[in-house]
């Protein structure tokens, strides 16, 4: 009898520190992918930071293309007001959608391209964009990392009974930036 209760209470024990290695790699890897957003958001500011100056410089040369400025602002705005992850995305892709656009406007300004405050901030830009890229591909990498925990076993039991493990979003491409702008090199 003394056996048999001993075999149980170790096999409980053995139990409960699966248990909590598994829980414990969990909030880990739970943690990582909050940590790699932050970290999204970072250089995602940075970009929202340029566009302000961006606009007031191309705007000088591009009166009429108002609409433009007015899809940018929104998209900010947007941003700025998203409360999910989801949002966040969903606002970001909206405003990489617009940066698109105002870049296929600019092609129409040869004058506006030589200028060195334009020059200056399109660097910037790009070295945001640089910036961007790398920290979704991390994001990307952590969220991969955490779903595919929270999908084998015994992972997926732990993440069932604990009830405080969800999957995480990609952060994907719109659909539209399969599609190649159409640029127009020719000065008007």
């Known amino acids: 009898?003394?056996?048999?209760?001993?075999?149980?209470?170790?096999?409980?024990?053995?139990?409960?520190?699966?248990?909590?290695?598994?829980?414990?790699?969990?909030?880990?890897?739970?943690?990582?992918?909050?940590?790699?957003?932050?970290?999204?958001?970072?250089?995602?500011?940075?970009?929202?930071?340029?566009?302000?100056?961006?606009?007031?410089?191309?705007?000088?040369?591009?009166?009429?293309?108002?609409?433009?400025?007015?899809?940018?602002?929104?998209?900010?705005?947007?941003?700025?007001?998203?409360?999910?992850?989801?949002?966040?995305?969903?606002?970001?892709?909206?405003?990489?959608?617009a940066i698109g656009r105002l870049l296929v406007i600019v092609e129409n300004y040869p004058n506006l391209k030589a200028n060195e405050t334009f020059a200056r901030l399109m660097d910037e830009l790009s070295g945001s964009e640089n910036r961007i890229a790398i920290e979704r591909m991390r994001y990307n990498d952590t969220v991969r990392d955490l779903n595919t925990a929270l999908r084998k076993f015994p992972y997926n039991l732990v993440a069932g009974f604990s009830g405080k493990f969800k999957e995480k979003q990609f952060f994907e491409a719109v659909p539209e930036a399969s599609s190649v702008p159409k640029v127009d090199f020719e000065s008007k």
Not at 61 to 71: G, L
């Open 1 to 97: 009898m003394n056996k048999t209760i001993a075999i149980i209470l170790g096999a409980l024990i053995g139990f409960g520190v699966l248990f909590a290695s598994l829980y414990n790699s969990l909030v880990s890897r739970d943690v990582a992918v909050t940590s790699a957003w932050a970290q999204v958001e970072n250089v995602l500011q940075r970009r929202l930071d340029l566009i302000p100056n961006l606009v007031s410089t191309v705007k000088g040369y591009a009166k009429h293309e108002k609409d433009i400025f007015e899809k940018l602002a929104e998209a900010r705005a947007q941003y700025a007001g998203a409360k999910s992850v989801d949002e966040k995305i969903k606002a970001t892709n909206a405003l990489e959608g």
